[in-house]
């Protein structure tokens, strides 16, 4: 009996990230077994029935097919006959080892990965793996490498590449980029080989492993985010600016929202769309693919907060802000809210170097376990962190926030939380 091969997209299949992976389906001898590919789909590319309708990728799978079916057409008919399914299978890929390499172009494969992560909305995830690429293809003065190019001693050419780069007009080099990029690289590389490689079915496509030898750097401490208490009320008393919209005036106000409010993220204030009036409902966008739960948080607005919720609200309801309408994107909000604060920051009465958006979120924490004395269980369920022991056990529990309510009601009344008026 002929072995046949057919491209198949099963429902089940379906990632995290919303890509199917197209599988060869071998049919020998009434049995069948799959074979993973090198081509991703998403739904638009797929009919209702899950076949594929994009042309390109239908093209690139006819030319897969046919290359198993050359493959299989060199085993004697007399042989084929007695032989199981898997032994098919363990033909063409002792075929493909003396005949040919598996090819994969690694940063091409890296930037479809930017691009998952940018559809699902992970934009920050997205943009560190671009970073990443960005400053391998200036190492490498091409926009091309091959996935068997990625060995210890071009990790550690590149590492050296990127100590000594000097900075770029108008950038500033952070001390945390060797271990950033190649933190992202091995990230980009284990991925690859998650999505090439099938050891169940004795597939392994990608075989070095070159991340068992090289090490990536240790990133530097982080430095200090938080501020005092008197910093934080000195802010509270910064007064508005020169015109209603004045980029002080919002930075002022946002950084206190944020803080009011458990140390919100600015994409989730930007995209917030549940309020019932005493509380904010809404899934943490940085790490809602990676918690069953999708990191579903809800935080009480109170009373001393709530003349800063009052002062953004969308009047059209489409969104729980009108951000939305004053920006054209989070990433500009967060940008305009930067400058501001660093014109904050440089008051004689607030004094404090670099202030960032991201510090309100890192004072809450710190004055919540420094000076409030609230657990830090608490004060990890009030951030909506990944706890990965606790993946399980959290689909279990049923959702109460009053422990976090609480704690946040205390930190307000240490720092006599005040809206500015």
């Known amino acids: 009996m002929a072995t046949t091969f057919k491209a198949v997209v099963y429902a089940h299949h379906r990632k995290s990230d ?25 739904a638009k590319d797929l009919t209702r029935g899950l076949k594929v309708k994009d042309a390109a990728i239908a093209d690139q799978l006819k030319k897969e097919v046919e290359r198993y079916q050359r493959i299989a057409a060199t085993i004697p008919q007399v042989r084929a006959e007695v032989m199981t399914i898997d032994e098919v299978l363990e033909y063409i890929n002792s075929y493909e080892k003396q005949h040919g390499a598996f090819r994969l172009d690694f940063i091409q494969f890296g930037e479809q990965v930017v691009q998952e992560m940018l ?24 926009d091309h490498l091959d996935i068997s190019e990625v060995t210890v001693k071009l990790l550690e050419e590149f590492c050296t590449f990127i100590k000594n780069e000097p900075a770029r007009p108008h950038r500033v080099k952070g001390e945390r980029a060797p271990s950033s990029y190649l933190g992202a690289v091995r990230i980009l590389h284990n991925k690859a080989k998650e999505r090439y490689n099938d050891e169940d079915a004795g597939i392994i496509r990608i075989p070095l492993s070159p991340f068992k030898r090289f090490k990536v750097p240790k990133p530097p401490i982080t430095r200090k985010r938080s501020i005092t208490v008197e910093q934080l009320q000195a802010i509270m008393q910064v007064k508005d600016g020169h015109t209603v919209d ?27 769309v549940d309020y019932d009036g005493e509380r904010i409902t809404y899934k943490r966008t940085k790490t809602r693919s990676r918690r069953a739960d999708e990191a579903l948080i809800s935080i009480k607005v109170e009373p001393c907060v709530r003349p800063l919720v009052e002062k953004y609200l969308d009047p059209t309801g489409e969104r729980v802000f009108n951000f939305h309408r004053r920006y054209a994107s989070y990433q500009t909000m967060c940008t305009n809210i930067n400058r501001g604060l660093k014109l904050i920051g440089a008051m004689e009465s607030v004094k404090i170097s670099d202030l960032e958006f991201y510090a309100a ?11 409030a004395n609230i657990d830090k269980a608490t004060i990890h369920e009030a951030l909506n962190h990944v706890d990965e022991q606790m993946r399980i056990t959290d689909i279990y529990i049923d959702k109460d926030y009053s422990q976090q309510d609480e704690a946040n009601r205390r930190v307000l009344e240490l720092v006599n939380f005040t809206a500015p008026q």
Not at 127 to 140: E, H, I, P
Not at 254 to 265: A, C, R, T, V, Y
Not at 361 to 371: I, S
């Open 18 to 42: 919303g890509t199917y992976n197209v599988k060869i389906r071998v049919t020998h001898n009434r049995q069948k077994r799959h074979i993973p590919t090198n081509i991703f789909v998403t």
């Open 119 to 142: 559809d699902c909305g992970r934009v920050g995830t997205g943009r560190y793996y671009r970073s990443a690429l960005v400053a391998l293809k200036r190492f490498l003065k091409r």
């Open 246 to 272: 004045s980029r002080i005036t919002t930075a002022r106000d946002l950084f206190l929202l944020s803080f009011g409010l458990i140390g919100m993220n600015n994409v989730d204030l930007y995209n917030a």
């Open 361 to 371: 979120r890192h004072t809450w924490a710190t004055l919540a376990r420094n000076k």
